[in-house]
């Protein structure tokens, strides 16, 4: 079992929460997890809890936002006859948008 951990406030946390997920949805959250230079605990609860997140520019988030940037152009390639595109990929796209817009 885990060492107790205080928060930014100094609050113990202590309640565990725990759901499921499909594989994609675990891929696409993992991926904003990996652009948002967060663990996952606090993006997650900054998510929940309707809270900003904020991408600090480190040289890890650049190298994440280029590994996601070349697997958009592949899958973009990929899907140039196609007429539908994955809603989860649009989602990936979206995201990466936003992570570098707010980069500017």
Same mark, same amino acid.
């Given at each position: 079992?885990?060492?107790?951990?205080?928060?930014?406030?100094?609050?113990?946390?202590? +309640? %565990?929460?725990?759901?499921?997920?499909?594989?994609? #949805?675990?891929?696409?959250?993992?991926?904003?997890?990996?652009?948002?230079?967060?663990?996952?605990?606090?993006?997650?609860?900054?998510?929940?809890? %309707?809270?900003?997140?904020?991408?600090?520019?480190?040289?890890? &988030?650049?190298?994440?936002?280029?590994?996601?940037?070349?697997? &958009?152009?592949?899958?973009?390639?990929?899907?140039?006859?196609?007429?539908?595109?994955?809603?989860?990929?649009?989602?990936?796209? #979206?995201?990466?948008?936003?992570?570098?817009?707010?980069? +500017?």
């Amino acid at each position: 079992m885990s060492e107790r951990a205080l928060d930014k406030q100094g609050r113990w946390r202590c +309640k %565990n929460v725990n759901f499921r997920m499909s594989s994609e #949805e675990a891929e696409l959250l993992d991926t904003a997890v990996k652009l948002s230079g967060l663990t996952k605990q606090e993006y997650l609860v900054n998510r929940v809890l %309707n809270r900003e997140i904020i991408v600090k520019s480190t040289p890890k &988030i650049y190298k994440a936002l280029k590994t996601e940037m070349d697997n &958009i152009l592949s899958e973009l390639r990929r899907m140039e006859s196609c007429s539908e595109a994955n809603p989860d990929f649009l989602a990936i796209i #979206e995201f990466v948008a936003r992570t570098v817009e707010g980069m +500017k």
